[in-house]
T-cell receptor
Framework: EAGVVQSPRYKIIEKKQPVAFWCNPISGHNTLYWYLQNLGQGPELLIRYENEEAVDDSQLPKDRFSAERLKGVDSTLKIQPAELGDSAVYLC?????????????FGAGTRLSVL | AQSVTQLDSQVPVFEEAPVELRCNYSSSVSVYLFWYVQYPNQGLQLLLKYLSGSTLVKGINGFEAEFNKSQTSFHLRKPSVHISDTAEYFCAARLQGGSEKLVFGKGTKLTVNP
């Protein structure tokens, strides 16, 4: 079974430029998460999807960040415009469903450097 | 609100020595607890989990953890470490019957020296 796939693995951009990250969850997993991991910190949830619906986006900075999960499978996270402080690792995770004892499986992440 | 505290940011040990990585959580309700490992430039991999039942949980790569409700702790242990165990370890908690949100600690960098 393929794991969570993220691309690109690395991205270097200049500040004020837009950037997008893509995530393909494990087949059959209805729930998808985007996390932000700053250097030396644990991951922090940005947004959670149940199928196509964003059910928890309270930590997503909506002035510059947006996300979508069309068709309830792949997801894209976008930043426009990027700022220096956005340099971090963006992790995608998926789980079989909401509630109960579900386990979140993580992708390898996209490491963003904003210059 | 729940929170997770990893008491040591860095733990250096020699190969074949035992190790304990400490984790404490705070929550007014019951939680599920997890340990994840992150190797350099990789994502997080689940080491073990406590969902219910026995408080001693065994995971992959010879790791185990013990849930202690009275101490609100979930310390990770391994009796004999290898060089390949060098990585960042994250403790995480999720409320039972609540949000799906995983709350992570800041991580502990384990370095195993020859």
């Amino acid at each position: 079974e393929a794991g969570v796939v993220q691309s690109p693995r690395y991205k270097i951009i200049e500040k004020k430029q837009p950037v997008a990250f893509w995530c393909n969850p494990i087949s059959g997993h209805n729930t998808l998460y985007w996390y932000l991991q700053n250097l030396g910190q644990g991951p922090e949830l940005l947004i959670r999807y149940e199928n196509e619906e964003a059910v928890d986006d309270s930590q997503l900075p909506k002035d510059r960040f947006s996300a979508e999960r069309l068709k309830g499978v792949d997801s894209t996270l976008k930043i426009q415009p990027a700022e220096l402080g956005d340099s971090a690792v963006y992790l995608c995770a998926s789980s079989r469903g909401g509630g109960g004892q579900n386990i979140q499986y993580f992708g390898a992440g996209t490491r963003l450097s904003v210059l | 609100a729940q929170s997770v505290t990893q008491l040591d940011s860095q733990v250096p040990v020699f190969e074949e020595a035992p190790v304990e990585l400490r984790c404490n959580y705070s929550s007014s309700v019951s939680v599920y607890l997890f340990w994840y490992v992150q190797y350099p430039n990789q994502g997080l991999q689940l080491l073990l989990k406590y969902l219910s039942g026995s408080t001693l949980v065994k995971g992959i790569n010879g790791f185990e953890a013990e849930f202690n409700k009275s101490q609100t702790s979930f310390h990770l242990r391994k009796p004999s470490v290898h060089i390949s165990d060098t990585a960042e370890y994250f403790c995480a908690a999720r409320l039972q019957g609540g949000s799906e949100k995983l709350v992570f600690g800041k991580g502990t960098k384990l370095t195993v020296n020859p």
